[in-house]
């Protein structure tokens, strides 16, 4: 059952409908903390308003999250860090970090890194070049870009051009990872390339960047999905031995496939809605979606609950409406649709709007 | 004993001399190919001149130089590559094949590709940070353009500011090696750590830089000592897999030490003479060199054989001069610190004339 907050400060938990990940076993796994009212509390201080995705839990676990806002409270500044790689379109599964992190830079002030792995593409696929990796870093850029992100305060670092804001603390960070460290956090053997072996040390570094810039510690906050959490146990492990903050990061439910995947996923097309999807598209896509017969687990009510109904009793309505019986799925995927179209059109314009723009951001 | 050239065409090897390296076995044991009349022939045809370092063998292996040459002979382009890490003065040793790469850029108009490894430098010793090794590529690089190197042809790139250059090269390179063969060629081990794994990819990278840059193969030389050899063979290997030419070698011999060691080397700082030692030490250090008993054997007579002295005659008068016991070793080592000294107050004159302009070409 999904049980939505309208008070302030009660977090749901309605996970169970995510079917094949028990989040709450991967906080206990990873050793992360859960979000308690503290946190909670001080977050909705700091901004004024209390997120839907706080509120509801999409956010829900972190690591030093309380150092952070006490940074924050002592006057200290803190940098935002998430990336992408650029080898095809957005889907909806990769906005509900960024809008989280959107939320986080107008509350914070924190200057946003937002690394391009085209790198780490390069290296897995056989088939990707940089012309075509370079036209996703544009196209991306712009997506992210469109969710209103301040472009002073926000430095896209694309590795494969910009490898020298990287490579001197990428290097730092690999002379203290060995082959063997490799081997049991990645899974890498003998066999394994050193391009794929020295990538995590890249990615790393940007959690030092603004430290080293200026020169003193500034403590780095990634908003991420918890399945990622594995990795920045390393570069947490490595923060220590170079003498930086170790990187905090705040963790996030994945939004479900189409299918009924946990995940909304590229390697799985069919369980994506991309940005650029036309209105048809979309239509068809969720015309054809999975629904199950465990009306609980369906994955196009969690569309609503993670991105597109911030109202409260709104969500409340589309579930009770569901369970109830008094709509049946069909009415409920064609307002879906209408409601993922209006979004996705609001979106294209405002990609538009920025235009060229985000060229001079990704030089 | 030392057999000295004045005919155009023999090429004589004294290299018993070194004592330690047989420069001869090498050539076998790395499946290297002497240098030949033919390839010396076209040399000489090509400069117009039959230089030092060839006539006496200093420089006498080699590995596709002869499609290099071809290559000229069809009016292409060809780049040279050598370079240095910055972690100390430069000394006479370092010189050798500088000089003679200069000579390969006045007579093929080459692009010189002249790297500044501080990442290793950094990878390697825990005291050297960016300060310390940003002084000694300023001051290593007016050493270089102090032999006469063309500023207009000539590339400096220096690995932690110069990332991006080769950053996207290397990961290509990276992703042809495995954890296994690093440690076939260089001995790695699990405790390695990835940064010094990383590492050979990034010096790899040069080799095919200007290929990139012009869209075309653009075939590279690297003219060094044959200890460096080995390192080569991997970059070749992996040319081949990722389609570029296969980078050439032309193999040097090694200027001994002042101790009579094999090859002046800053790791034994007592066999060697920098280009900032002033004239009082010079002529210390050669006061106490050592001089075998077995005078075939002087490591001094090698410093006019290799560097100090082009004339065949004037090299030939003194070795007859020690040899026949018309000289004194006193006397012999009074007049090469006077030759060191004229030659160290030219380079030193030529450093200051260069001053700042060095600085754009670092940037």
């Given at each position: 059952m999904y049980r939505v907050i309208v008070a302030n400060k009660a977090v749901l938990t309605p996970?169970?409908?995510?079917?094949?990940?028990d989040y709450d076993n991967l906080v206990e796994k990873f050793g992360t903390k859960p979000l308690n009212h503290g946190d909670l509390d001080r977050m909705r201080d700091h901004s004024g308003r209390f997120h839907f995705m706080l509120r509801r839990g999409v956010f829900y676990s972190h690591r030093d999250l309380d150092k952070i806002l006490d940074h924050h409270d002592r006057g200290g500044k803190f940098s935002l860090y998430t990336g992408r790689g650029p080898s095809g379109p957005v889907h909806l599964g990769h906005l509900i970090p960024w809008i989280f992190t959107k939320h986080l830079q107008d509350t914070y002030g924190s200057k946003l890194l937002f690394q391009f792995t085209d790198d780490e593409k390069m290296l897995l696929k056989e088939d990707l070049d940089e012309t075509i990796t370079s036209h996703w870093v544009h196209e991306n850029a712009l997506d992210l870009m469109a969710l209103g992100f301040d472009p002073d305060n926000t430095e896209f670092i694309v590795n494969m051009r910009h490898a020298s804001k990287l490579f001197p603390i990428a290097l730092k960070v690999a002379k203290k990872i060995t082959g063997s460290t490799m081997r049991a956090v990645?899974?890498?053997?003998?066999?394994?390339n050193l391009g794929m072996m020295f990538f995590p040390s890249m990615q790393a570094a940007p959690c030092f960047l603004e430290s080293e810039r200026a020169g003193e510690p500034v403590p780095c906050l990634i908003p991420a999905g918890i399945d990622q959490d594995p990795y920045w146990r390393l570069t947490r492990d490595i923060a220590r031995k170079l003498g930086y903050p170790k990187p905090a990061q705040i963790h996030g439910r994945m939004l479900p496939?189409?299918?009924?995947?946990a995940k909304m996923s590229s390697s799985q097309p069919e369980t994506a809605i991309y940005m650029t999807d036309v209105p048809e598209l979309v239509e068809k896509k969720i015309e054809y979606a999975n629904v199950p017969?465990?009306?609980?687990?369906?994955p196009l009510f969690q569309f609503h609950y993670f991105?597109?109904?911030?109202s409260d009793e709104e969500v409340e309505w589309i579930r009770d409406a569901c369970t109830s019986n008094r709509r049946s799925c069909l009415e409920c995927k064609i307002e879906l649709a209408e409601d993922v179209n209006r979004f996705l059109k609001a979106h294209r314009r405002r990609k538009k709007l920025i235009g060229k723009s985000v060229e001079t951001m990704l030089e």
């Open positions: 996970w169970e409908v995510s079917g094949k990940i990645f899974g890498f053997n003998d066999q394994s496939g189409l299918t009924g995947t017969e465990d009306r609980a687990n369906c991105l597109l109904t911030e």
